[in-house]
């Protein structure tokens, strides 16, 4: 059964921790992204990587970082650098020649106090 | 930039009826206008895409229309049904060719379907 895992669902940290967000995908997709989503609003691009150990910045990466040592694993680093962390983060992979088509995970919910 | 925009936050339909879901966007390069769904507490589903050289595609119960003269697409449900409830984002993309390839969300327009 092929797709897209985060883990955990929910997450909890106190301020000033670094805390790591799994992403897993089954699809053979070339391309992983990540993205931030806050109440009301769309989603916003963190980092995205079109092939392994090769990625780039989204929009808003400050106080993020990432790494793509596997092709099926792009795991997200909240930093502590991260002014505002909390945040529903959803991570999607595709096919490279197909950004257009994203397949999502179920979401990640962080919430930092 | 490539900026995304929906017309409005939420759309009240009656079971039955059809819906009409507006996005507008900024960049002319943009190439790839998709359309995606996402319900509550889960991650978004693609439903349709349309590429800058068409101005009409079909799917199952679903219509995209893109007028590039006004930078305007729309997603349409015909018979709207209660599963249909969600949060509908469209997002637009560059020529695949272009460098940086990603895509570009808009804010989302949320639909309440009434029995």
């Known amino acids: 059964d092929g797709g897209i895992t985060q883990s955990p669902k929910y997450l909890f940290r106190k301020e000033g921790q670094n805390v790591t967000l799994s992403c897993e995908q089954n699809l053979n997709h070339d391309a992983m992204y990540w993205y931030r989503q806050d109440p009301g609003q769309g989603l916003r691009l963190i980092y995205y990587s079109q092939i392994v150990n090769d990625f780039q910045k989204g929009d808003i990466a400050e106080g993020y970082s990432v790494s793509r040592e596997k092709k099926e694993s792009f795991p997200l680093t909240v930093t502590s650098a991260q002014k505002n962390p909390t945040a529903f983060y959803l991570c999607a992979s595709s096919m490279r020649e197909r950004v257009y088509e994203q397949y999502f995970g179920p979401g990640t919910r962080l919430t930092v106090t | 930039g490539e900026s995304v925009g929906l017309h409005l936050p939420t759309l009240s339909v009656q079971e039955g009826d059809n819906s009409i879901i507006n996005c507008a966007y900024s960049?002319?390069?943009?190439?790839?206008f998709i359309w995606y769904k996402q319900e509550s507490g889960k991650g978004p589903q693609f439903i349709i895409d349309?590429?800058?050289?068409?101005d009409k595609r079909q799917g199952q119960r679903v219509t995209v229309l893109l007028n590039k003269t006004v930078k305007h697409l729309s997603l349409q449900i015909a018979a709207t049904q209660p599963g249909d409830s969600a949060v509908y984002f469209c997002a637009a993309s560059r020529s695949l060719k272009a460098a940086g390839n990603k895509l570009t969300f808009g804010g989302g327009t949320r639909v309440l379907v009434k029995p």
């Open positions: 349309i590429r800058s050289n068409m």
């Open positions: 960049n002319s390069a943009s190439d790839y």
